[in-house]
Nanobody
Framework: QVQLVESGGGSVQAGGSLRLSCTVS???????????MGWFRQAPGKEREFVAA????????YYADSVKGRFTISRDNAKNTLYLQMNTLKPEDTAVYYC?????????????????WGQGTQVTVSL
């Protein structure tokens, strides 16, 4: 059973920074190092949306236009951990952030390609 646990959320003023972490417990059939990983978010009253994705090795990343240049996704395969560095935060970044793991090695921004999800961590950005 693959389990994902996010941490690092909180409340911050606009312009501030937060770093989210996602620790992944994997199985021999689904090692972290061969899984695609992604971050998604869901604001109140809105659908869950893609934020950032990274391939198995960390050599390729992809971002939603709304966060490009401000957020950085990375991974440490030795620690089974995914990160999301969020800088220059805006009130519209307020949401519950979820990490997700998928069975493919490449990048994907489609929720359907991820089959394991964390419980989410709240990020609140105030003016």
């Amino acid at each position: 059973q693959v389990q994902l646990v996010e941490s690092g959320g909180g409340s911050v003023q606009a312009g501030g920074s937060l770093r989210l972490s996602c620790t992944v417990s994997t199985t021999s059939e689904r090692p972290f190092s061969t899984s695609r990983m992604g971050w998604f978010r869901q604001a109140p009253g809105k659908e869950r949306e893609f934020v950032a994705a990274i391939n198995w090795s960390g050599s390729s990343t992809y971002y939603a236009d709304s966060v490009k240049g401000r957020f950085t996704i990375s991974r440490d395969n030795a620690k089974n951990t995914l990160y999301l560095q969020m800088n220059t935060l805006k009130p519209e970044d307020t949401a519950v952030y979820y990490c997700a793991a998928g069975g493919g090695a490449g990048i994907s921004n489609y929720m359907e390609t991820y089959d394991y999800w964390g419980q989410g961590t709240q990020v609140t950005v105030s003016l």
